[in-house]
């Protein structure tokens, strides 16, 4: 019997040893922020400050009208998305970006807990989110409704019924995305507010919305990175204005 058992512990050990090492290496493997985004993160003259917050990088305007809490697409650096809030916090929109265990959403859904009340004279606020974040931002969003006046998504799709919510929503992707699944986009359109807004940016692909190269299974993009961004800030900008006031 005893042998019996250590047979068991050991097999239960190397299985676990095997998942650890996978898991460790899937993680590891992730879209890395590429200068761009690295000079969007550096001292610039301006009205914009960054600061770095624990997990949080603030991108701070001097008189913020709204603010807007963002989560990274999975497997990517959460700082390859500097140079879209930094772009939105230019045009007045205090943006904090989240950093994620192991670079993915899903393990931290609840990264919005806290962040707002770091900044109490802000009164209105977004959750935001790329791909993978999105869809865990709009979870997110389904639980703390009253938390929110609107939820923008890019290049992503809510699983959870936001349709009954008070909830602004803004959907923008690219023409040329070739990662979101269109059919699950199409079929989960029915769980967002009958008054979204759809944003399709015509040359635009999946990547380009953060700063970290091409991505696997990407369209060919029309435009260009900067272009891409923005084009999405001009339209987060708009729908922020239309209930913030002028942006």
């Known amino acids: 019997m005893k042998k019996r058992t250590r047979i068991i512990l050991s097999v239960c050990l190397t299985v676990l040893l095997v998942f650890g090492i996978g898991g460790h290496a899937y993680v590891s493997d992730y879209y890395h922020a590429d200068e761009t985004a690295l000079e969007a993160m550096a001292y610039q003259p301006g009205s914009v400050q960054v600061e770095q917050d624990g997990d949080v990088i603030w991108f701070v305007p001097e008189d913020p009208t709204a603010g807007l809490i963002f989560y990274p697409g999975g497997k990517v650096e959460y700082t390859a998305y500097a140079p879209l809030l930094r772009a939105c916090a230019e045009k007045g929109i205090l943006c904090a970006l989240v950093q994620m265990p192991g670079n993915l959403a899903v393990l931290d859904a609840n990264a919005a807990d806290g962040p707002q009340q ?130």
């Open 118 to 247: 770091k900044h109490p004279e802000v009164t209105t606020w977004y959750i935001a989110g790329h791909s993978l974040g999105g869809a865990m931002a709009s979870n997110y969003a389904a639980a703390h409704s009253e938390d929110f006046d609107g939820l923008i998504l890019l290049a992503a799709y809510s699983t959870k019924d936001l349709s009954q919510t008070t909830l602004r929503v803004l959907s923008v992707y690219g023409s040329e995305d070739g990662v979101m699944n269109r059919e699950s986009y199409e079929k989960n359109w029915s769980n967002l507010p009958a008054d979204t807004t759809e944003i399709i940016l015509d040359g635009g692909c999946h990547a380009q919305f953060g700063s970290y190269g091409p991505q696997e299974g990407d369209g060919v993009p029309a435009i260009s990175d900067e272009e891409q961004v923005r084009r999405t800030v001009e339209a987060i900008s708009a729908f922020v204005g239309q209930q913030g006031g002028p942006v």
